[in-house]
């Protein structure tokens, strides 16, 4: 005999339909005449009909059987009898595919009573196998952040990316707890907190991490799961690294400050230049004097504050350069002759600091359209932070190669100095950022300008140890 079920369980059909959703197989429920009066998730997800293909279709859209949905359950009924349970039935899906199920049919007593056809064996259909491939995708190659967490405060799962960016070693932290995974960092500068565990959710919120190598800006989006129940499940982190839109964003911030900086340097500038022009002079016609009387001691003293007071005006200049670089006088420039002529100045402060200086390019370089004296005052000041950042001995190395892609020239200028930690590395073209003592900070904020303005770039790498400084132009 069917199996049925006491009256309590199947009072009503609110709670087969219920009940139905449960059930992990695929399950549909007709009623007397055949007609399919509800269906649950996996048989949807196994057939790839939409629920409303099949509720109030007759069943033979799924079973395609030759009889009545009475008739298919007796037959059931009578092959369980000899001993194979459950039997097997064929079924269709929506591409029209047949294959067969193991099957059984039960009558709950249910008003009106109905038939409860539960279909074990349902092929995955290809969406589930694409659902499959995609979350696979997702923690193997995409560029996309994902950690997994259970109720317990362990890794479930975490995509390759994170593992790469979070320094972790995907085999090792399966299954870990996130104290132990993350041991070593503070709870509160951690990207998976404990705290995703209880509710605290996270929507597009910008942080940044550091691991041993770089420092990254992420935009990190997390939920916490829960059950059926209502209780927490676990919960996910994901995150995408946006480093490259928040270093676009901070260059921006950086112009506009450029700008702002040049609009005071340009009014301030000349009211500082004026002044001292006049003390020049009169402190010259001192020194003339004192010289004269043979007034030696003044006379040194003269000295002094004339070079001091070129100091200034050169600052002031460089912060002029800022504001407003002279105009730019374009014209085709030969950087050969350009290096020809900064050459000593740089052999000769690099002999006082006992460092080598390797040109490499000699009569090697291309014309640019360019302005002479500028790039002359580019070129020299990277020089000079090599010198500056090597000390007493090393190498100051000048080299070139041809982006040949964007018809560029790019001027390498490289020293074996102590490098450019990562935290710095942002702010070097800030204007007044200085590490030295006795440092403006104008200098690269200059050179970029002047660079920028006759259409070229500067780059900058430092890995550890060691600085290169690429000046790229189109060049002829
Ligand atoms: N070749 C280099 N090696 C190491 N640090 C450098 C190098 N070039 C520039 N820097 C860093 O960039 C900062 C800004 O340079 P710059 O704008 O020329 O100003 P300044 O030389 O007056 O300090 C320097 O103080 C230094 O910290
Ligand atoms: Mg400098």
């Known amino acids: 005999m069917g199996i049925t079920f006491p009256l309590d369980l199947w009072g009503s059909f609110q709670r087969l339909k219920h009940f139905m959703q449960y059930l992990p197989h695929a399950v549909f429920a007709a009623d007397r005449t055949g007609r399919i009066v509800e269906v649950n ?132 932290v399966i299954n870990q707890h996130i104290d132990k995974a993350f041991a070593g960092i503070p709870e509160e500068h951690r990207l998976v907190k404990r705290e995703l565990l209880e509710g605290v959710k996270m929507q597009n919120k910008a942080m940044s991490w550091t691991n041993s190598s770089q420092r990254y800006e992420l935009l990190v989006d997390s939920e916490t799961v829960y059950n059926e129940a209502g209780q927490v499940a676990g919960a996910y982190i994901l995150f995408k690294d946006v480093t490259n839109l928040r270093s676009l964003d901070q260059k921006i911030e950086r112009n506009d400050r450029l700008a702002m900086i040049g609009q005071i340097a340009a009014g301030t500038a000349h009211e500082i230049r004026n002044p ?70 740089v052999e000769s402060q690099a002999l006082l600091h006992g460092i080598d200086v390797n040109y490499a390019s000699r009569g090697q370089l291309p014309m640019v359209v360019g302005d002479n004296e ?46 450019i930690p990562p935290y710095v590395i942002d702010k070097i073209f800030d204007p007044f950022f200085t590490t030295k003592e006795e440092g403006t900070g104008l200098g690269l904020a200059v050179c970029q300008k002047i660079i920028h303005d006759i259409g070229g770039q500067i780059r900058v790498s430092s890995k550890g140890y060691g600085t290169t400084f690429q000046i790229l132009l189109p060049y002829l």
């Open 276 to 345: 001292l022009t006049s003390i020049k002079g009169f402190l010259q016609m001192f020194q003339q004097s004192f010289t004269e009387s043979g007034m030696e001691r003044e006379r040194a003293y003269t000295e002094i504050m004339l070079t001091e007071i070129n100091r200034i005006n050169a600052l002031v200049s460089e912060f002029l350069l800022l504001s407003k670089p002279r105009d730019v006088q374009y014209q085709i420039v030969d950087l050969n002759i350009v290096f020809e002529e900064i050459l000593p100045i």
């Open 41 to 172: 998730e996996a048989l949807i997800r196994a057939t790839g009909y939409t629920r409303e293909e099949l509720v109030n279709h007759p069943f033979f859209q799924v079973l395609p059987y030759r009889g009545t949905i009475g008739q298919l359950h007796s037959e059931l009924i009578a092959i369980e009898e000899t001993g194979s349970v459950p039997a097997e039935v064929e079924y269709r899906n929506k591409e029209g595919k047949l294959a067969k199920t193991k099957a059984m049919i039960v009558v709950p007593q249910s008003d009106p009573p109905l038939y409860m056809v539960n279909l074990f064996q349902l092929n995955r259909s290809t969406d589930d196998n694409l659902m499959e491939k995609v979350v696979d995708q997702l923690i193997t190659e995409a560029n996309l952040g994902v950690v997994v967490l259970n109720v317990r405060g362990c890794i479930v799962e975490i995509s390759q990316m994170a593992c790469r960016l979070l320094g972790l070693e995907r085999g090792k």
């Open 374 to 419: 500028l790039l002359k005052q580019v070129f020299l000041n990277i020089c000079k932070n090599g010198i500056e950042a090597m000390g007493n001995e090393g190498v100051l190395s000048i080299h070139h190669h041809i982006d040949i892609e964007r018809d560029l020239i790019s001027i390498d200028i490289h020293d074996n100095g102590p490098g």
